[in-house]
C-alpha cells in the first residue's frame, strides 16, 4: 500500500485541514511516500496507490481482493487511529473477515493507540497479536494437511488398491507420481508417503505450502 495524493487530489477542503506542508510530504515524488526498507514490494505483489486515509476509498482494492478470492485482511502500519482504523473500518463494512494486528501499529502516543484498538475489536472485526495469527495458520495447516492425506489413502485405496506409501525426497516435497499396472489398466498414483511431509515431521515443508494472505498496510 503507497500512500501519496496528487496535486489534482488536493482538494480545497484538504487544503483547508493539512495546509501546504503536509501536500508538499504527501506529493507522488516525495521521499517520505517510498516503501521503508524491507518493506518493499517484491515480484507479483499487489501495489495499491491510496491518496486518502483508507486503503478502500478510490482505488479498487475492494473488487481487486475480490477477484482473487479473498475474504480476510490483516491491516497494520501507521497510525493506529487515522489511517489503520479508516482502513479496518471500511474492510469490514465492505464485508471483509478483518484483523487489526496490535503489535504491527502504532501511533503518537499510547493511549490514542490503545483507544483506537479498542474500538476496533468492539465493533470492526477482531484485535491480535501478529503471533495469534501465525499460530492459527499452523493449527489450520495442520488439521488440513492430515485430512487431506487420509482422503488421498481412501481415494487410492477405492480406485487402485491398497495403499503403499514410499518414502517423500529429501527435500519434503511429495513424491512424484509412479504408474503402476494393475487390473490391465494403466494408473498414475501417487505413492508418496504423505505421512512425511506432515507438520511433525517437516515443519518447513508446512511452512512453504501456507496460502497467500493480504497484509493491508495502513500507512
Known sequence: MRA???TER??????????????????????EVVCSPGFEPEAGDLVVNKDRYSAFQGTGLADELRRRGIETVLVTGLTTAVCVSSTARDAFQLGFHTITLSDCCAEQNLVEHEAALETLGRVFGRV????????AWQTWHTEHTTAAAERVEQVHESLIGPYE???????????APQRTEE?????????ADLRSSFPAENPAWLRQQK???YVLRGD
Open 4 to 6: 501519496e495524493v496528487p
Open 128 to 135: 491480535c497479536a501478529s503471533d495469534e495469527v501465525v499460530a
Open 183 to 191: 487390473r490391465g489398466e494403466s494408473h498414475v498414483a501417487e505413492r
Open 10 to 31: 488536493w482538494t480545497a477542503l484538504w487544503k483547508e485541514q493539512h495546509g501546504a506542508d503536509f501536500m508538499e510530504l504527501a506529493a507522488p515524488d516525495s521521499p
Open 211 to 213: 496460502g497467500a494472505r
Open 165 to 175: 506409501p514410499r518414502s517423500a525426497p529429501g527435500d519434503g516435497r511429495p513424491a
